[in-house]
């Protein structure tokens, strides 16, 4: 009996040793493919990169990577059909993936369809909303669709980054407007101390949140 029960154990790990063996090998094969359609897809290589990340997909089903990278294969190529299919496979098999989100917004908004592209653009959003890009496109398409929400700002202070809604009566890329629109008294306006400073010492306009400011950016300078 004990001679059976050892057999019987030492098989389970042979079979669990060769199962474990089979996976790894899988997992390497798939991102090995995955990494041969990425190279195509920076030579511009559309067809390969799309045979190859059919062979990850046929590898791993359940994988949403090779439905991301296919389905974005797709639309830079315009099968606009087959992108869309991919893409929200991808978004079915991880729900908390933001890429296939912007994917989404990003055919939908090449085909003109802004609500749409609207709302996977909202739905990366709510899933990150760190990323500018994401928030521009957002309300570009919110924008285009004749729907304008709120927008949102990023400020960063002593306990973090916060990303606030704001309903802005006044949208311009001049300073100078914006410093008039508050000097009117159309709201809050943020905005560098040098364009302010004239303004806050008799008083016209009062600073506040001075603890917090917008997201920094880095500049690379080459020699």
């Given amino acids: 009996m004990k ?25 390497g094969r798939h991102r090995e493919l995955i990494d041969r359609g990425d190279a195509a897809l920076d030579v511009g290589d559309l067809s390969t990169a799309i045979e190859t990340f059919s062979v990850a997909v046929d590898l791993r089903p359940d994988s949403m990577i090779g439905y991301l990278k296919r389905g974005d294969a797709y639309r830079r190529r315009g099968d606009v059909d087959a992108a869309l299919r991919d893409l929200r ?27 749409p592209a609207a709302q996977h653009y909202q739905a990366y959003v709510d899933l990150d909303d760190s990323q500018p890009r994401i928030l521009y496109k957002l309300a570009l398409a919110q924008y285009r669709a004749g729907q304008p ?21 006044l949208c311009s890329n001049n300073g100078e ?47």
């Fill in 3 to 27: 001679r059976g029960i050892l057999a019987a154990i030492f098989l389970a790990v042979i079979a669990a040793a060769g199962y474990g063996y089979v996976v790894t090998e899988r997992e």
């Fill in 89 to 115: 496979t991808a978004t079915e098999l991880d729900p908390s993936a933001p890429m296939p989100r912007e994917l989404l917004g990003d055919v939908n908004y090449s085909r003109e369809r802004f609500a």
């Fill in 149 to 169: 929400g709120p927008g949102r700002l990023r400020l960063e202070g002593p306990a973090g980054a916060h990303t606030v809604r704001i309903d802005g009566v």
């Fill in 177 to 223: 407007v914006l410093r008039a629109g508050a000097l009117r008294g159309l709201g809050i306006a943020l905005l560098p101390l040098f364009l302010l400073e004239d303004a806050l010492r008799p008083g016209a306009l009062k600073a506040t949140l001075t603890d917090y400011g917008a997201r920094h950016l880095s500049v690379h300078l080459r020699d």
